[in-house]
T-cell receptor, first 110, second 114 residues
Framework: RKEVEQDPGPFNVPEGATVAFNCTYS??????FFWYRQDCRKEPKLLMS???SGNEDGRFTAQLNRASQYISLLIRDSKLSDSATYLC???????????FGTGTSLTVIP | NAGVTQTPKFQVLKTGQSMTLQCAQD?????MSWYRQDPGMGLRLIHY???????DQGEVPNGYNVSRSTTEDFPLRLLSAAPSQTSVYFC?????????????FGPGTRLTVT
């Protein structure tokens, strides 16, 4: 079983739509969680960390549900520039290894 | 700051050849790591280092060697290339506090083994 699982999509949504991605993780001792964004043929870049209480950065909201072992990313008012692959990342309790999901592809359509 | 740099950007190898992928960072980061990214597999950790002189294996270390003689450099060596090592390789570094901080990735090396 993979440490981190994501729905690969693709998600095709119109501009202005709200879209949500989920990511599940298998190790209940996981300690840190992130969302990264990766544009086509580019390197991943940090989008936002995910805190236990949930956190928001502009149109982006990240949530953590430890009981059900998943994290989520909500994008409101989608822009064309949001088109990318979104990767969830989990750090286990050893603290030295990052586990990436396979990524969820988002295309925002005019 | 240049951030994390990787060379070469593209490489084609024949089966059995060896080569070294270079990675350097100028942010004085202690933690560095190598990943490979394959379609449908996501990024998988190959090797990582928590400081000069210290390296450890990740999820998929077979066929790869690393060393960390300086804080800045973390080369990845392919000992005897195989077609299964065709992939995109990313190097990353993380600042003080270890992996709980943001990872900065290099632009990647696209490797094809024929």
């Amino acid at each position: 079983r993979k440490e981190v699982e994501q729905d690969p999509g693709p998600f095709n949504v119109p501009e202005g739509a709200t879209v949500a991605f989920n990511c599940t993780y298998s190790n209940s001792a996981s300690q840190s969680f992130f969302w990264y964004r990766q544009d086509c043929r580019k390197e991943p870049k940090l989008l936002m960390s995910v805190y236990s209480s949930g956190n928001e950065d502009g149109r982006f909201t990240a949530q953590l549900n430890r009981a059900s072992q998943y994290i989520s990313l909500l994008i409101r008012d989608s822009k064309l520039s949001d088109s990318a692959t979104y990767l969830c990342v989990v750090i286990m309790n050893t603290g030295n290894q990052f586990y990436f999901g396979t990524g969820t592809s988002l295309t925002v359509i005019p | 700051n240049a951030g994390v740099t990787q060379t070469p950007k593209f490489q084609v190898l024949k089966t059995g050849q060896s080569m070294t992928l270079q990675c350097a960072q100028d942010m004085n980061h202690e933690y560095m790591s190598w990943y490979r990214q394959d379609p449908g597999m996501g990024l998988r950790l190959i090797h990582y280092s928590v400081g000069a002189g210290i390296t450890d294996q990740g999820e998929v270390p077979n066929g790869y060697n690393v060393s960390r003689s300086t804080t800045e450099d973390f080369p990845l060596r392919l000992l005897s290339a195989a077609p299964s090592q065709t992939s995109v390789y990313f190097c990353a570094s993380t600042g003080a506090g270890g992996p709980n901080y943001e990872q900065y990735f290099g632009p990647g090396t696209r490797l094809t083994v024929t």
